[in-house]
């Protein structure tokens, strides 16, 4: 079975502080996702991965940012972190294929920020 | 338990019945669709996939339907059992991105009773 792993499950930070949260797979795939999700707003793409050190934005990449070191951990990162930024962040991962595959999801972070 | 939507239309059924969860979607152009279930404090759990050159796709107690001409789409959960009891979303890729990239619905949650 894919194991997505994020390293808190919840997390309270305070405004400006600069934020981390980690995502690793042990399943070798090529994509990495990071995911916000709000009360009836669904998930909402932040950033995502297709290789090492690739990085693309998603529909709402504003205040974030990303990194992917090594295939297996992606991380993301909130540079100044603000009120609005209070979700639930959830990071998936997928092979790389001809043709379309599914995400397989962590147990999401809960992130507070004060 | 943490709640994804406060506002999500619910579907109550008794243990035992069957289930038909129902998904719309707006893109004509979307070729592959998958169904999530979301339990309380936990990630989206992959159910099932089906592609846009199928209309059926079975699994187990699961059962996925595609209309393309209505741009419809449903899940059919046999013989709901209280573990079925969670948020159900589908998610669609567009087929216009060049990436796998999935757009996610906010979701429906079924409540099955003993």
């Known amino acids: 079975d894919v194991k997505v792993t994020q390293s808190s499950r919840y997390l309270v930070k305070r405004t400006g502080e600069k934020v981390f949260l980690e995502c690793v797979q042990d399943m070798d795939h090529e994509n990495m996702f990071w995911y916000r999700q709000d009360p009836g707003l669904g998930l909402r793409l932040i950033y995502f991965?297709?290789?090492?050190?690739?990085?693309e934005k998603g529909d709402i990449p504003e205040g974030y940012s990303v990194s992917r070191e090594k295939k297996e951990r992606f991380s993301l990162i909130l540079e100044s972190a603000s009120t609005n930024q209070t979700s639930m962040y959830l990071c998936a991962s997928s092979l790389l294929g001809v043709s379309n595959q599914p995400q397989h999801f962590g147990d999401g972070t809960r992130l507070s920020i004060l | 338990g943490e709640s994804v939507g406060l506002h999500l239309p619910t579907l109550s059924v008794q243990e035992g019945d069957n289930s038909i969860i129902n998904c719309a979607y707006s893109?004509?152009?979307?070729?592959?669709f998958i169904w999530y279930k979301q339990e309380s404090g936990k990630g989206p759990q992959f159910i099932i996939d089906i592609r846009s050159n199928m209309d059926k796709r079975q699994g187990q107690r699961v059962t996925v339907l595609l209309n393309k001409t209505v741009k419809h789409l449903s899940l059919q959960i046999a013989a709901t059992q209280p573990g079925d009891s969670a948020v159900y979303f589908c998610a669609e890729n567009p087929g216009n991105t060049g990436f796998q990239k999935l757009v996610f619905g906010t979701g429906t949650r079924l409540l099955v009773s003993p």
């Open positions: 893109n004509s152009a979307s070729d592959y």
């Open positions: 991965s297709y290789d090492v050190k690739m990085k």
